[in-house]
């Protein structure tokens, strides 16, 4: 996909996702690793007001060369783009549910569906609060991510990557619902997925 294609895409999901309420204000960013750097959602932006021409550039080394400035949290990005070089993109949201479910101390999201086991994976690592946009928080995050897809910010949000910024975006939809469900079911006893069949599903779709 050409540079242009891709800004066209980031443009059309970050739009998707504000309307559906998955991010609202100025709140969450989104990253794509391109062959010769990255571009991220510029700070202050709304994810439902983009600009193609206005996304921020970074060379492979992080440095801003073209667009507006980049998000403050480039920093989450840069932890899970490092720690995963299969990843492509990176999804960052204050998405209601993820984000309650980020305010327990006991922050899980139990294998309650095939789906959120295929897309996010066996675990979601809580990563402890840190006022945003501190870049103390980058090594917590870039250990977490070399063993797992997705993280819990505390009382924060989610950051999940993707293959491509479809699977990123599909990945935080499937992460929002799982934590939809994880908080209808709380206190009851649902039957989870066993340890068999999350294995079973990650032999075969991982
Ligand atoms: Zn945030």
Redesign the pocket.
Same mark, same amino acid.
């Given at each position: 996909m050409t540079e242009e294609a891709q800004r066209r895409l980031l443009v059309e999901l970050g739009a998707s996702l504000f309307q559906r309420g998955y991010s609202v204000g100025s709140?969450?960013?989104i990253s794509i690793r391109l062959e010769d750097g990255y571009l991220m959602t510029p700070t202050n932006s709304s994810l439902g007001r983009l600009e193609a021409a206005r996304i921020s550039k970074l060379d492979r080394d992080w440095n801003h060369v073209d667009g507006d400035k980049p998000t403050k949290?480039v920093f989450l990005h840069r932890a899970f783009l490092d720690a995963r070089p299969e990843a492509g993109a990176v999804v *960052?949201l204050?998405s209601t549910y993820a984000t309650a479910i980020s305010c327990f101390e006991e922050a899980v999201i139990p294998p309650l569906t095939p789906y959120f086991v295929m897309r996010v994976g066996r675990t979601l690592p809580l990563i402890p609060y840190y006022r945003?946009g501190n870049p103390e928080m980058e090594p917590a995050v870039h250990a977490a991510a070399k063993g797992a897809k997705a993280v819990l910010?505390a009382n *924060?949000?989610p950051v999940i990557c993707g293959a491509t910024l479809i699977d990123a975006v599909n990945a935080a939809e499937e992460l929002e619902e799982a934590a939809k469900l994880a908080l209808l079911l709380r206190g009851m006893s649902p039957r989870l997925l066993t340890p068999p069949q999350v294995d079973d599903l990650l032999t075969t779709f991982g």
């Open positions: 709140a969450g960013n949290e *960052h204050h945003p910010l *924060h949000g």
